[in-house]
C-alpha cells in the first residue's frame, strides 16, 4: 500500500460537491524534471567494473508505504548494520555489502538516503527524516479547493514543494552526479509510466533512450515522483527529447516488443520505450505517479536487465560473474494486511473505503504475482550462470579471474528473502498493521516500526540461513543474544 491512499479517501467525500462549483484554475509548477543531453556517450553511469562485485553479494529492495515504509527498511537496515562478514575485503559490515537497492514511494526515501550517504548516514536519516512531518512539504487539507484542483489540474501538489522540502531537510540538493560518485551501491528508484503503465526506472539506460541526462536530475525530485500518489500529487514529468543525442533502443528491448514469448513485464517496457523513441513529438513527456501502482517492490528493473540473453551473467560483468560464490537479495515489504469492518455486515464499502479498498486490491495482486515473478528471475538467473561458468575452458577463467585457485564453477547459490511484518511476531505485527499510510509518525509509533525492521530482519528465517552458511570466520551478531560472536 503506498503513501497518502488515506487522505484520498476522506477527499472522495468532498468531491460530491464540486460538479455544482466552478473555479479558476492556478499556476501549477509542472515543468520536466530533466535536461537534454548532446551525446548518449555523455551519460555517467555506475561504473560495473571488476572490483564492483566480491564473492558475496547483497541487494535490498524497499517497497512503498510511506513513513511507515522508510521507517521500517530503516530499522531493517539497522539491523544489517550489526552484523560482519569475511570477504574479499577483509572483515566487512553488511550495509557495507551492499551492492544493489531499490525503493518505491516511502521505501524510495531510504533507498536513495542510504545509496548517497551509506551505513555512516544512517543515523542522521532517523533524526532527518523519519523524526520529522514530512507532510509539511506538500498540503494535505481536506477541502473543496484541494478537490477543485484535483478535477482541474489532476493533483493537490505540483513539484514546488515536495522536492524542496526533501533538498532542505535531506538530500541537501544532490542529483545522481553524487550518486554516480559513490559508485556503489546501484540504486534504482521506481514510479509509474501512466500511460504505458508500466515502471519506469531512474537509471542510465531508461535517460539514454530518452535523450537526457539523468546525473542532472536531483535525487529529490525523483524520490518524490516515486511517491506521487494520484491526486494528492500532479503527475510528474519526465521530457522526452527524441533521437537528438544519438542513442538507441538496446536491441533486447527491440526483441522484447517483436517475441510473443517474451515475459510479459519485458513487452510492456520494450513496447513503452519504443514508443517513446518512435514518435518523440507524440509521446513528448513521459508522465509519472507512485511507483506503488506498477510494482510496489520496486524488482521490476532486475528483472528487466535479466531478461537481456545476450550475455546470460547480465547485469553483471563477466569479471564479476565469475568471483560472485553468494548472492543475498532481501525484499523488505512495509505492506499491511486488510483492513475495516464492512465485511461483517450486509452493506457494501461506503464510497470512502471503496476507493482505497479498490487500489489496494489492484496493488497487492500486483505485488504477490511481482515477487512470484522475481523469484523465478533469480532461480533462472542462477541456473544460467552455472551453466555460462561450467562452459568456461581453464583459460578463459584464468583471463576473466586471475588464477585457478579455489575455482568450483558450480559453487554459486542465489538466495531471495522476503521480510515482512510477519518476522516480527504476531503481536508487533498486529500493531504494525493499525499504522496509517501517511509520511508523518509519532514519536512511540516510529520507534515501533523501526524495532519492527530490526526484529523481522533478525526473524528472518531466510536471513538466518545466509547468516549460519557464510564463510567460517565471519563474525556476526548473535542471532539469540544480540552480542557478537565468531561462526
Known amino acids: 500500500m503506498t503513501t497518502g491512499w488515506g487522505l484520498i479517501k476522506q477527499w472522495s467525500l468532498a468531491g ?3 460538479l455544482a462549483v466552478s473555479a479558476c484554475a492556478g ?20 561504473p560495473l567494473g571488476p572490483d564492483q562485485f566480491g564473492s558475496t553479494v547483497v541487494g535490498v529492495a524497499f517497497s512503498g508505504g510511506g513513513m511507515r515504509a522508510s521507517a521500517f527498511s530503516y530499522g531493517v537496515l539497522s539491523e544489517l548494520d550489526r552484523y560482519e562478514m ?10 557495507d555489502m551492499v551492492d544493489l537497492v531499490t525503493g518505491v514511494s516511502g521505501g524510495s526515501v531510504t533507498a536513495a538516503y542510504f545509496g548517497l550517504k551509506g551505513r555512516e548516514g544512517l543515523p542522521a536519516f532517523r533524526s532527518r527524516f523519519l523524526e520529522r512531518n514530512a507532510e509539511q512539504g506538500f498540503d494535505t487539507d481536506v477541502s473543496l479547493g484541494n478537490v477543485l484542483r484535483i478535477v482541474e489540474d489532476g493533483g493537490v501538489n505540483d513539484r514546488s514543494r515536495f522536492p524542496r522540502w526533501l533538498d532542505e531537510n535531506l538530500f541537501d540538493g ?6 554516480f560518485a559513490r559508485k556503489r551501491p546501484l540504486v534504482w528508484i521506481a514510479a509509474s509510466d501512466i500511460y504505458s503503465r508500466v515502471p519506469f526506472v531512474f537509471e542510465p539506460i531508461t535517460f539514454s533512450i530518452l ?12 524520490v518524490a515522483a516515486s511517491a506521487a500518489v494520484p491526486g494528492l500529487f500532479i503527475p510528474m514529468n519526465v521530457e522526452n527529447f527524441g533521437a537528438s543525442c544519438g542513442g538507441h533502443v538496446p536491441q533486447w528491448y527491440q526483441r522484447g516488443v517483436a517475441d510473443t514469448t517474451a515475459p510479459a513485464t519485458l513487452r510492456a517496457s520494450a513496447a513503452a520505450v519504443m514508443r517513446y523513441r518512435g514518435d518523440p513529438e507524440k509521446y513528448r513527456y513521459v508522465k509519472l505517479l507512485d511507483g506503488g501502482l506498477t510494482d510496489n517492490f520496486g524488482i521490476h528493473s532486475l528483472a528487466v536487465a535479466r531478461t537481456n540473453r545476450d550475455r546470460p551473467y547480465m547485469p553483471m560483468t563477466a569479471e564479476q560473474a565469475v568471483r560472485v560464490k ?20 450486509l452493506a457494501s464499502p461506503s464510497g470512502m473505503e471503496l476507493a482505497g479498498v479498490v487500489t489496494d486490491a489492484a496493488i497487492d495482486s500486483g505485488v504477490y504475482k511481482g515477487y512470484d515473478y522475481f523469484t523465478t528471475i533469480m532461480r533462472d538467473w542462477q541456473a544460467d550462470l552455472r551453466r555460462w561458468r561450467c562452459s568456461l575452458s581453464s583459460d578463459e577463467v584464468v583471463k576473466l579471474r586471475g588464477t585457478l585457485s579455489g575455482w568450483n564453477c558450480a559453487d554459486l547459490t542465489f538466495t531471495v ?49 545466509f547468516i549460519r552458511k557464510g564463510p567460517r570466520r565471519a563474525v556476526t551478531a548473535s542471532l539469540d543474544s544480540g552480542s557478537q560472536r565468531t561462526e
Open 16 to 18: 460530491a460537491v464540486v
Open 27 to 46: 499556476s501549477v509548477d509542472n515543468a520536466p524534471i530533466n535536461e537534454p543531453i548532446a551525446r548518449v556517450s555523455d551519460q555517467e553511469g555506475w
Open 86 to 95: 569475511a570477504t574479499d575485503r577483509g572483515q566487512t559490515r553488511m550495509t
Open 174 to 179: 544532490a542529483t545522481y552526479a553524487d550518486l
Open 211 to 222: 535523450c537526457s541526462d539523468l546525473s542532472k536530475v536531483r535525487l529529490s525530485e525523483a
Open 326 to 345: 553468494r548472492f543475498l537479495f532481501l525484499v523488505v515489504d512495509a505492506g499491511r494486511d486488510p483492513a475495516g469492518n464492512w465485511p461483517r455486515t
Open 417 to 465: 528473502g522476503r521480510v515482512s511484518f510477519e518476522d516480527a511476531g504476531a503481536e508487533l505485527k498486529a500493531e504494525l498493521d493499525k499504522v496509517p499510510t501517511r509520511f508523518k509518525l509519532d514519536p512511540q509509533t516510529l520507534e515501533t516500526v523501526i524495532s519492527a525492521g530490526e526484529t523481522a530482519l533478525r526473524n528472518n528465517a531466510v536471513f538466518r540461513s
